[in-house]
Structure formats: C-alpha cells, structure tokens
C-alpha cells in the first residue's frame, strides 16, 4: 500500500510544536557536543539555534566561508548569553569536499578534547541544474557526489572513530536529507536529487550494520524552507533523541507529526514488516531477502 505524503499524519506541520520543542526535557541535549555542517546559514543556522535551546553545550558550526561562520557564531552567542550553563559556539572553516579538510576538522576537534556526541550532516551540493543531464558536465557532477555522498561518509567515518568516544557510548547521526528523492520525474535537479538519494541509501545501509544502541541514523526531509525554518530545526533536535530511535535508518519528512506517527499502528506494523519501507532501493516488488534469492538461483 501507498501512502500519500502528504497525509501520512493527519496534521502536517508548517511550524514547531511542542512535541518536538527543543525545550522539552525528554529531548534535551546537556552535556553534548554537537556538531552541525553548514551550521554558519540557512536551515544549519537554525538548528544551531535549536541544539542550543535544548541545552548542548558545545556547538561546532562547520562551513568553508570563515566570515559567514564568525558572524553566525556572534549572533548564537549573543542570543544565548544569558542560558544556563551558557553553551560553547564554535565556528571552524571546513570543506566537506576535501578529503585533508575533514581530516583537519577532526584532527582540531581532538585537539581541543572534544568528543562529538552528535552529527548533523546539513551542508549540501546543489549544483549542477538543468533539465537534460546528459549536457552536463562530469566534473560538475561529481563534485555533488564528492560533498553530498563521499564528504558526508567520511565525516560520518570521522565521528564514529573519534579516538575519544568512550567504549560502548552511542552516538546519534542526523542527515538532512530532502523530499526530492521522492520525485520522479524531477526536472533539473539530476544530480542533486540522486547524491542526496545515493547518500540517504547508504545511512539506511549503515543502519542494518549498526544498531541504535551503537549509532542513532535518522534521514528527514526538512520541508521547503520560506518562513518554517524552525520546523526543521526542532526536528533535527528530536531525531538526535531516544524519542526517535524507533525510526533507525528510515527517511521521514520534518511535516509528519511526531505523536500521531508514533500512535499509527499500521505505520509501525509496516516499519516492522517491511525492510524497503522509507528507504531508499528499487521499490514497487515484495521485498526479497539474499537468502530467499540464493534459494532461488539454487533450485
Ligand atoms: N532549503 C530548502 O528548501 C531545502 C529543501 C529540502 C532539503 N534541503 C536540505 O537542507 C539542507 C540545508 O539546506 P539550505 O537550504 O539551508 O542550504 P544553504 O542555505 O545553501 O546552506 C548550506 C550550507 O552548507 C554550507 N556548505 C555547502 N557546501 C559545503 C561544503 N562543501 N563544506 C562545508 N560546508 C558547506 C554552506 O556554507 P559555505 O558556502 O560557507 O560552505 C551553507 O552554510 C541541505 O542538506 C539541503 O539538501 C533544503
């Protein structure tokens, strides 16, 4: 069965709302490092903010322009100056697209003892655009797939063989990930539509291989952004969670409201059931299982 989108929740949310406030104790995240790539504008910037509300208290915003950083890192601190405790904003130029960047990013982080408890991967390719993508050009091409599929893996490779994770200590993995994977035919976003698919197929790949005791992965759609940025970046609060944990590996939309999601019995019987459902791989067959097929070829 099918669902429609846009009425897998009764309620499909515009804005915040207290199920998902950053200020609600069941989500809050004291005592963590957070780490938020392309945390210097846009959504990043606002989920900067929201990791504050919950009560992280280190906040590492990652982009490549340093004075876009410097001044969102003002702003944060000046809005947050008056919490208790007061959170630690740390702005540090990095590109997700060079291998010795991400190095330098983590290298510096050990550096300074700080243990990442949490990973946002928002930093995103968009280009190139266009409606015949056979006119584009390789090199182009791949350097979407090189930031939004390899800079993302090598990141998440980074954090979870951080030299100073505690033995045994979950970390939680958020992916920014957009509705786009959905549509087909989408015109003019090729090869932001499949990087951003090839990497949200690999964090529910990664979530078969790891369970949520050792790495919370949770892959949202986080709205078309004009007036609702507080939307996702409350979301990204929860998804970093236990709240969400029953959602290991799956891609859900930030609209979906959290509460009724859960109270959906049929939606969790399909979670349960159903290996494909809200990933990514080839859909519209029953699923199969290795060992199913290899009976297959076998007899
Ligand atoms: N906006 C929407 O309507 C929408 C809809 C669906 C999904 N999304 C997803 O939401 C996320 C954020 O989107 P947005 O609209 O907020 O984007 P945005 O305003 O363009 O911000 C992207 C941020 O990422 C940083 N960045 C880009 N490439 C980077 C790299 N190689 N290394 C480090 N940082 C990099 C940019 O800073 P620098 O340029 O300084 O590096 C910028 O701060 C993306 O993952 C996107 O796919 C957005």
Do not use: C
Not at 56 to 80: M, N, P, Q, W
């Amino acid at each position: 069965m099918s669902l429609d989108s846009f009425n897998v929740t009764r309620t499909f949310h515009r804005d915040t709302y207290p199920a998902i406030s950053p200020t609600k104790a069941s989500l809050s995240q004291a005592g963590k490092a957070v780490l938020i790539t392309g945390g210097g504008g846009g959504i990043g910037f606002e989920i900067a903010r929201s990791f504050a509300k919950a009560g992280a208290s280190k906040i590492i915003i990652v982009g490549r322009r340093t004075a876009v950083l410097d001044a969102a890192a003002v702003k944060l601190r000046e809005e947050f100056k008056d919490s208790t405790p007061t959170p630690e904003f740390i702005a540090h130029q990095g590109d997700i697209g060079d291998d010795a960047s991400i190095s330098s990013i983590w290298e510096f982080l050990n550096s300074q003892n700080i243990f990442v408890r949490v990973l946002v991967l928002n930093a995103a390719h968009f280009y190139p655009l266009g409606p015949d993508t056979l006119k584009m050009d390789k090199r182009e091409i791949m350097e979407g797939f090189n930031t939004n599929v390899g800079g993302n893996f090598l990141m998440t490779v980074n954090f979870v063989n951080q030299p100073l994770r505690p033995k045994g200590q979950q970390l939680n993995l958020v992916n920014v990930s957009t509705s786009t994977i959905h549509i087909i035919p989408g015109p003019n976003s090729t090869p932001y539509a499949t990087s951003k698919a090839a990497f949200t197929a690999l964090t529910g790949r990664i979530a078969d291989e790891h369970p949520v005791e050792e790495i919370q992965i949770i892959s949202f759609h986080p709205g078309i952004i004009y007036s609702e940025v507080a939307l996702p970046a409350d979301y990204a609060v929860w998804a970093a969670s236990p709240e969400a944990s029953w959602l290991h590996g799956r891609f859900v939309w930030a609209h979906w409201d959290v509460d009724e999601l859960k109270a959906d019995k049929e939606f969790s019987k399909r979670l349960e059931q159903e290996k494909g459902f809200l990933r990514v791989a080839v859909q519209g067959l029953k699923d199969i299982s290795v060992d199913a097929f290899l009976n297959k070829q076998s007899s």
